[in-house]
């Protein structure tokens, strides 16, 4: 298992190599130094000199990938892609290109993302698992037909439908909770209690069909009838018997989401003013910020390969025949 | 069933929420019934460095906090400014090259420096900050402290000992002197090295010392000189420029020359402090009447009163129509009124005006999705509000901003550039046959008005009426102004060369090219609107949209023929509009804001005339000729298409008192005052929860539930023959 683990650890190391070597290419496509200097000191009053002084200070002055003024190593070290992605492998993520840092600025966005993407999700398998298996339950019979067609009509509906139909009448019309905000402690839970519902609401369609179809497939298959046979109930066949065998397709799904839920949510993010990493991203984008959308697409990765590793982890699990070597 | 549970339990906990008034409250309730005003803010403050900040989400913070040593007068138009910190609005002396004053009407070309010494008032005093905090030796109780004392520490407020001290001479020239500091990049440093003696050589020192010192390393300002910078006595300095330069008095009303102390300066830079974002950039320091004790830039921001403000009044005068408004009912008062404002972050409008509309925020403006809920436009163009913002007791505010968008042309450019007749005439039937009467009322709700030259209402030299219109452009016809009929834009065109659109002499199709940003589904109807617009003279137009950075690449080098641009006023100055035109501004020659490389040496010899004068006295007729000659010029030769003056349009709630439109003073939170018992009425009684659906959606789930429940106990029971 260690050394499955460790293997896997490794292989990570060429995979964010490329990563940030593709999001530093995609990036100075798009944007040189100087529009990166520019988009900070103002579009107003700036003098060539003052964008030259930005450029150096920050080290945007090099070439971007070899430079060819340099003798030996440093032909290669003595770049932007060197200094700006070496640091990250020691997780040292420096300041964004507005002086402030980014280790702590992820941190701070880091809770308020988790408050919302942890209960949704979590709430969001319960009923979407239960959902499903009722459907299965019922199956091939009216119940099952109108759930799917809820299904499907709750799956055709865009996000922002649900989120701005969700504010809309719980916020403006009921006026039950506030449209947006947040608020620490306590006082987080009337926040998140709207866009986690919606949240929960949003992906039932999607998911429960596609665990449906899961359950389906299970239930057809020996071991159930052997389970019926024996005078099981209904409910302990699919939650004891089907459940635990349709796991691995499940997990394949949710476990390599689960880190990235510190990621957030962009759209809910932003329309209920979470202050959360959702919109991090987009902002640097926008602010054409480079340290803080490498530091995010670099974290993005490394979440993305721990959710696989734990993937693989945890058909272990639920799987007694599934061992690493 | 777990879904049935769940959806038990979030019914109940809707139901709970949903007992008691103003469940939808986004504020604390222990905030309910305080003085404190609610407003938003979209984009986060880059910067709260009085020396970096530059763009409004950034001095709607900084402007309340910093007190530079002039401010415009609150009530009176046109902008007036008025002392702050100061004794009185300085007047420059002027000095020849051998050092002997020249009278104030000495020709500009014999002065070679202008001085202006600020006197400030004695008594004012700084916000309490753990810099000024001393021990009992009287030396800085936090000096020198090392990682290791700086554990626990995450904010300002956890610095348990603070104090304050009054304010000085020294602090407003240690901030003259960080314009120059090379780790601060004050987007005013290259201007104003030009202006103020010995700021450019100091920079060049700084320069040289921040290279010798490691990155974070704090520089001691006092240790180099500003020879144009002096220091007369304790609350008194002299700022020396270079020849003259009038409207230098509109920047001693910004944030860039508020004072910075030197110990906080030393405090923010000690090692360990950037990490934790403590840094004069994210925790400001003033003399103002607010400072700055929560600064979340990504949900919360809050101004607190400071408890050291050194008093100001409620002002008594203003334009005639102020009284009618109630603008001067508080008149002598102290300010400021409220004792907190607290800004959320809104990155939505839709949120943003909803909240707005139940009480919790006292202003807001009006976004398109919004507009027509809001505003409804009378037949003659008039705006008023609908019945549902009137039968809340909304106010509109209107005020024509001091700005102009327009599109200009590249003179440089050989079939629309230069002076020559047949550009020139071009260019004029342009002018003429894209109506910009139209484009606002089509895609700005009618929120502008249309521009007959470079400057914008509320600036001196902009004429109303007959004697204000482009007559290149417009007719005066039984007194209304009215854009002269497409003959005469096809007849310019025509005489240009150009005839049916089509040059004389090949026959060739004439065909511009559009540089532009965006290009996206929103606006394209906006670019389609345009073709038909050159389509009327049977002109080809190509858009090229590109994004931002391209566009302004393009524009550096030239390679653009027609573009957009705009220009938002950085005081309230002829001059900050007309150098836009000005030829030592050209863009490719210069790296100037001249985007349109224009280039008339009549035009120049005016504008270095007019810059060099002032607006008030005897000087300011003389200068008002000259701006019309000026202005007159630019129409003729239109190098721009002038475009339109934004309107800005603003709602206030009944309870938020004393607030009128301003484009260029920005620290107007201490004039504006709030009845809060009568925003806790109105917020009650428009935000009682209604229960009824929560019932409703219990009643639709367990009529759903009921059928699988039954159908699951019927399904156990049943036997295998049924």
Same mark, same amino acid.
């Given at each position: 298992m260690l050394a499955y683990l460790i293997r896997r650890l490794l292989y990570a190391v060429p995979i964010l190599i490329g990563v940030n070597l593709i999001t530093f290419a995609l990036f100075f496509v798009v944007n040189t130094p100087d529009d990166m200097a520019r988009m900070q000191l103002g579009v107003k009053r700036v003098t060539p000199e003052a964008i030259e002084r930005w450029k150096a200070e920050r080290g945007?002055?090099?070439?971007?990938?070899?430079?060819?003024?340099?003798t030996g190593s440093a032909v290669f070290t003595d770049t932007i892609f060197f200094a700006k992605s070496a640091r990250m492998f020691a997780a040292d993520f420096g300041r964004a290109e507005d002086g402030r840092d980014i280790a702590r600025e992820i941190v701070s966005r880091m809770g308020p993302s988790l408050a919302i993407a942890l209960p949704t999700f979590i709430l969001g398998l319960l009923v979407t698992v239960s959902f499903a298996l009722l459907l299965t339950f019922f199956r091939a019979s009216y119940l099952d037909f109108w759930g799917v067609v809820l299904c499907v009509a709750m799956m055709s509906i865009s996000g922002l439908f649900y989120i701005i139909g969700g504010q809309y009448l719980v916020s403006k019309i009921w006026r039950l909770v506030p449209i947006s905000g947040y608020g620490g402690g306590l006082d987080a839970w009337k926040f998140l209690i709207l866009p986690v519902l919606i949240g929960v609401l949003s992906g039932i369609g999607s998911s429960t069909r596609w665990y449906r179809t899961i359950f389906l497939e299970e239930i057809a298959k020996d071991y159930v009838r052997t389970a019926r046979a024996k005078g099981l109930a209904e409910a302990a066949v699919l939650f004891r018997h089907v459940l635990q065998n349709a796991l691995i397709p499940i997990l394949t799904g949710v476990v390599v989401v689960i880190p990235l839920l510190f990621m957030g949510s962009l759209l809910t993010e932003s329309f209920f003013g979470i202050p959360g990493l959702g919109s991090y991203t987009i902002d640097a984008i926008n602010a054409q910020d480079f340290a803080v959308v490498r530091a995010m697409v670099f974290i993005g990765s490394v979440l993305y390969i721990v959710g696989l590793i734990l993937t693989d982890l945890s058909y272990t699990l639920v799987d007694p025949r599934i061992r690493f070597h | 069933m777990p879904f049935f549970r769940f959806t038990f339990l979030v019914s109940l906990l809707l139901l709970l929420t949903a007992c008691g008034s103003e469940q939808n409250d986004p504020y604390p309730r222990a905030e309910r019934g305080q003085n404190i005003l609610y407003s938003a803010f979209t984009e986060r403050p880059k910067h709260l460095d009085p020396v970096q900040s530059y763009t409004e989400d950034e001095i709607t913070f900084t402007a309340q906090i910093y007190e530079p040593p002039l401010q415009y007068h609150y009530l009176k138009r046109p902008y007036t400014l008025i002392p702050l910190t100061s004794d009185a609005v300085p007047t420059p002396r002027y000095y020849d090259d051998r050092g002997r004053e020249l009278p104030a009407t000495a020709p500009a070309e014999a002065i070679a420096h202008s001085v202006y010494e600020i006197r400030l008032r004695p008594g004012i005093r700084y916000q309490p900050h753990p810099a000024f905090a001393s021990d009992a030796a009287g030396q800085p109780l936090y000096r020198n402290l090392d990682r290791e004392q700086l554990r626990g520490i995450e904010k300002i407020a956890d610095f348990r000992a603070t104090a304050s001290r009054e304010l000085v001479a020294d602090d407003y020239i240690y901030e003259i002197k960080r314009l120059a500091h090379p780790r601060l990049h004050s987007p005013i440093f290259g201007m104003m090295a030009e202006r103020i003696v010995g700021l450019r050589e100091l920079g060049a020192a700084l320069q040289t010392e921040a290279k010798r010192l490691p990155a974070d390393a704090w520089i001691d300002l006092d240790r180099f000189a500003l020879s144009g910078v002096t220091r007369v006595d304790r609350h008194t300095y002299r700022i020396t420029l270079r020849g003259?330069?009038?409207?230098?008095v509109y920047w001693l009303a910004m944030p860039f020359f508020a004072p910075v102390p030197r110990e906080v300066d030393r405090f923010y830079h000690q090692p360990g402090m950037a990490a934790k974002n403590l840094t004069l950039d994210w925790y400001p320091v003033g003399t103002g009447p607010f400072m700055l004790t929560q600064n979340n830039p990504n949900s919360r921001m809050v101004l607190e009163r400071n408890p050291n403000f050194h008093g100001e009044t409620y002002p008594c005068l203003g334009d005639p129509e102020d009284q009618a408004d109630g =603008? =001067?009912? @508080?008149?002598?008062?102290? =300010?400021?009124?409220? @004792?907190q404002a607290v800004f959320s972050r809104e990155k939505e409008s839709i949120p943003y005006w909803n909240k707005f509309l139940q009480g919790y925020y006292d202003a807001s403006g009006i976004s398109s999705d919004s507009f027509d809920q809001a505003v409804r436009l009378g037949v003659g163009g008039d705006v008023q509000l609908s019945d549902e913002m009137r039968g809340k007791g909304i106010r509109l505010l209107t005020s024509v901003r001091a700005s102009i968008f327009y599109m200009g042309f590249n003179m440089l450019d050989p079939v629309v550039g230069s002076l020559a007749e047949a550009q020139t005439k071009l260019r004029q039937a342009l002018s003429i046959a894209i109506d910009q009467e139209e484009f606002i009322s089509i895609f700005m709700n009618g929120r502008g008005i249309a521009a007959h030259g470079p400057l914008p209402p509320g600036i001196f030299g902009y004429v109303e009426g007959e004697a204000g219109i482009n007559p290149v452009v417009y007719d005066w016809v039984d007194g209304q102004v009215r854009r002269k009929p497409l003959e005469v834009a096809k007849k310019l065109l025509t005489e240009a060369g150009w005839p049916n659109g089509r040059q004389a002499s090949t026959g060739e199709p004439l065909v511009l090219n559009l540089d532009t940003t965006g290009g996206g589904m929103g606006d394209k109807s906006r670019l389609d609107w345009l073709t038909r617009q050159f389509a009327k003279l049977d002109i080809q137009l190509v858009v090229r949209s590109t994004d931002f950075n391209r566009f302004q690449e393009k524009v550096r080098k030239g390679a653009v023929q027609l573009y957009y641009l705009g220009w938002n006023a950085d005081y309230p100055d002829p001059e900050n509009f007309l150098f836009l035109l000005a030829s030592r501004e050209g863009k490719v020659a210069k790296g100037g804001e001249n985007a349109s490389n224009y280039a008339n040496p009549a035009f120049d010899q005016l504008f270095e005339r007019m810059k060099n =004068?002032?607006?008030?006295?005897?000087r300011g007729v003389e200068r008002l000729a000259i701006i019309r000659q000026a202005v007159a010029l630019l129409q003729h030769d239109a190098p721009w298409i002038y475009g339109f003056h934004p309107t800005s349009y603003t709602l206030s709630h009944v309870w938020l008192k004393n607030r009128k439109p301003t484009e260029v003073g920005h620290n107007t939170l201490k004039y504006q005052r709030i009845d809060v018992a009568e925003r806790q009425r109105l917020r009650q009684e428009w935000n009682r929860p209604v229960l009824w659906p929560l019932a409703a959606i219990a009643v639709l789930l367990l009529a759903m539930l009921l059928p699988a429940a039954l159908g699951y106990r019927r399904r156990e029971r049943s036997t295998a023959r049924g």
């Open positions: 945007y002055d090099k070439p971007l990938f070899i430079n060819p003024a340099a | 003259k330069y009038p409207q230098f =603008l =001067l009912a @508080d008149c002598g008062k102290t =300010l400021p009124f409220i @004792d =004068l002032e607006s008030e006295g005897p």
